[in-house]
C-alpha cells in the first residue's frame, strides 16, 4: 500500500513574525508534507515572509484573499484545495518538532475511528508547561485546553480526548468528508474561536474519536494570551460569545443529563452577562447577529441528529 498523504493547511494575517519559523519546522518533517496557506489580506511583511521560504524543496500553495475571511473560512479554503489522506490544521505561530506529523499519522493509520489527534503543544516561553494536549469538556460545556499551564512532565500519558485544538490538530479525511456540513468542515459563521471545539463536539456525535499523542511535540507562542482579554479585538470576543451559544444550539444532545447541565450554564451565563454588561456591553451589540442566525443553527442541528440516527441504523443493521 502506497503511504498516506499529508497536506498542512495555515491561515495568516499579519503573521510575519511567526511564519518563517513555522515553514522551517514544517520543512524538517520526517515525512512528505504538503503546504498550503491562506493569507487573509495581511497588512504586514506575511507575503514577503512566505515567499522567503518558498522553494522548489518547500513548494507554496498561496491563495490570498483581499478580505479577511476568518480562521474558519481559510482554512475550509485551504482544506478544500488538499486532496490528501490526512490534514494538518496548524496555527503560524506553532514550531513542530521533526517527527510530529509521522508520529500523530501512525497513531491513526492504526486506529482507522480515530477522525483527530494532536500532539503535546508546550508555551513558547515556558516550555516547562503545557499549552494544550486537547480538549476537555465538562458539565458547563465550556471547553478548555487539557493541562493548560501544568507542568509538561505530568502528561507523559497519551490517551483519548474530547477533541483536539485548532493549534495543530490533525484530522483524516474520511471524517472531514463525513462530518462536514453544507460543504463546511469548519463552520464559517463562527470566523474565528470555537470552531475547533464545535468540530470536536461534532465529530463524537457522529462516533469518531479523538487522541493525544503525548510524543508528538510541538511549541506553542499564543501571542494573544501575553496581553489579556483587552488585546483580543471586540468583534473577535462578539464571535466568541455567539459561537458558545452555536456550539450548544448545533451540538447539545437531549437526554436526563440536562436536568445537571442547564443549571449549570444558566448559573454561568447570568454570571458572564452582569460581568459583561458592566465591563464590556459593547460586546451585547453582536446580540441582534446572533438571534437572527440561530435559525440557521438549528437547522444545522437537525442535520447533525439525521446523521446520528443514520450512523446508528448502519450500525443496528
Known sequence: MSAPTVSVCIVTYNSAKDIGACLEAVSMQTIPVSIVIVDNASADRTLEAIREHQSAALPINLIRNTVNNGFAGGQNQAIRATDSDYVLVLNPDVRLEPDYVEKLIAWME???KTGSATGQLVLEDRPDLIDSTGLAMGLSRNAKDRGAGEAAANWSQSGEVFGVSGAASMYSRRMIDEISLDGEFFDEQFFAYKEDVDVAWRAQRLGWKSQYVSSAKAVHARGWKKGGRSSIPLFVRQHSYMNRFYTLLKNESIGWHLLLVVPVITILEA???????????????????LARTIPNMLRKRKMINRKSRRLLHEEDT
Open 110 to 112: 492504526q486506529h482507522p
Open 271 to 289: 454570571l458572564k452577562l452582569g460581568y459583561i454588561l458592566l465591563r464590556e456591553p459593547a460586546l451585547l451589540k453582536c446580540v441582534p447577529t
